[in-house]
């Protein structure tokens, strides 16, 4: 009785697809119309030099004294983060993940685990290897992450440097874009 029980549900399983019931969700919208929506969220011809002019020189200008004094606490940070996101195209998780050892500054090249485990090589645009030296200068005084911290980016918290988490980028991307999106549509 039972091995004829297993024999139907093995029999009703494997020479149905199953699958066929479940609804599939298929986009509405053509390329064309989803680019056009996309538009206004990519930066064009010089946008990433001027959002990157914008943190290095114009931000500043806009904050109380107390966001001031932690704005340029981390701001060699934040413009290297943001120029290398920028100037590199690595995804978010490959930038958190980035190591001392990854970079080859003579080169111009950085070592990222891609999807799927894969070692690449992507090269640095030269403005974003400048605001990422000037960073590494200031790295170790600034942070004093030890010999055993290798990430490149690092945050303090109660005097202990750690490695910044994919949501930290996130974060950083979202203010710094937030402010200049609201800066462009009011003026």
Not at 20 to 29: S, T
Request: with cysteine.
């Amino acid at each position: 009785m039972i091995g004829s029980i297993c024999l139907y549900l093995i029999k009703c399983y494997f020479y149905r697809n199953v699958m066929a019931k479940i609804e599939i969700h298929k986009d509405k919208e053509t390329l064309n119309a989803r680019a056009k929506r996309m538009r206004s969220k990519i930066f064009h011809n010089d946008d990433d030099q001027e959002f990157l002019n914008y943190v290095k020189y114009e931000h500043e200008k806009s904050l109380t004294k107390h966001q001031l004094f932690y704005f340029l606490r981390d701001k060699d940070r934040d413009v290297a983060i943001l120029s290398l996101f920028l100037g590199s195209g690595i995804r978010v998780s490959e930038l958190a993940d980035l190591r001392m050892e990854d970079i080859n500054l003579k080169e111009r090249l950085i070592d990222v685990i891609r999807k799927g485990n894969k070692e690449d090589s992507v090269w640095i645009t030269p403005i974003a290897l400048n605001d990422l030296e000037k960073y590494m200068e200031i790295r170790d005084n600034k942070y004093a992450p030890g010999k055993e911290l290798k990430n490149v980016f690092l945050s303090k918290y109660k005097h202990t440097a750690q490695p910044f988490s994919v949501r930290a980028i996130q974060d950083i991307v979202e203010k710094y874009t937030k402010v200049l999106w609201q800066e462009n549509v009011s003026s």
